[in-house]
């Protein structure tokens, strides 16, 4: 009974795919984030959802397009991929917007060949 | 961008020793966390304290933060190999929101 899980584990595909990460969060919180880490552990924020309404945008790409279903998923869905995306992705939740915590899921790590 | 610099980059130290951890920031907080990642894993919530905080313990940790150098430092008291991970400082920003920005990480590795 994971509190914030992420599918897949690993994802290995060709240049210039489509791919999606999807996360679920079982804690009933209102607030989910998408983080990336790179190659040398920096951790950035890419995205933060309350509610389902998109509340962070950290100059990502507009290949990278969120989706909040609903407020406990938060999927990262990723256009035309390039050897620049490979990364670890992480998808955190809060129980709400100020509330400082957050969980974090075991991570997707992405390799773009 | 990236708002921490934490020091040193990896620390090896032997079982039972301390362990301290410093983490610098660049702008005006409303609190700072500390986070662990073990090998391969998510990272897990430690310890928060906030920027009227000047200390704090939980456990065998101990976090203090000097706002008017921009600091905080984790110190892991008598450690243990499963201690083991690397530590990541996260500031909240006082512009709202709740963004989480990580410092560098330090690679903590405990030896028997």
């Known amino acids: 009974d994971t509190a914030v899980s992420q599918t897949p584990k690993y994802l290995v595909t060709q240049m210039g795919n489509d791919k999606s990460i999807k996360c679920e969060q079982n804690?009933?919180?209102?607030?989910m984030y998408w983080y990336k880490q790179d190659s040398k552990k920096f951790l950035k924020i890419m995205f933060s959802?309350?509610?389902?309404?998109?509340?962070i945008n950290e100059t990502v790409p507009n290949r990278f397009s969120p989706k909040s279903p609903d407020k406990a998923h938060l999927n990262l869905h990723i256009n035309s991929l390039e050897l620049g995306d490979s990364a670890v992705y992480f998808c955190?939740?809060?129980?709400?917007?100020?509330?400082?915590?957050?969980?974090f899921g075991p991570g997707t790590r992405l390799l773009v060949l | 961008s990236q708002q921490g610099e934490e020091d040193p980059q990896a620390l090896s130290i032997q079982e039972g020793e301390n362990a301290t951890m410093n983490c610098s920031y660049k702008?005006?907080?409303?609190?700072l966390q500390w986070y662990r990642q073990n090998s391969g894993r998510g990272l897990v919530h430690l310890i928060l304290i906030r920027s009227n905080e000047r200390e704090k313990h939980s456990g065998r940790l101990r976090v203090t933060l000097d706002t008017s150098k921009k600091s905080s430092s984790l110190l892991i008291t008598a450690s243990r190999a499963a201690d083991t991970a690397s530590y990541f400082c996260a500031t909240v920003g006082t512009g709202g929101g709740n963004k989480l920005t990580f410092g560098t990480g330090t690679q903590l590795k405990v030896e028997l």
């Open positions: 955190a939740s809060s129980q709400r917007q100020g509330q400082e915590t957050q969980y």
């Open positions: 959802y309350n509610n389902k309404e998109l509340i």
């Open positions: 804690l009933g919180h209102d607030t």
């Open positions: 702008t005006s907080i409303n609190n």
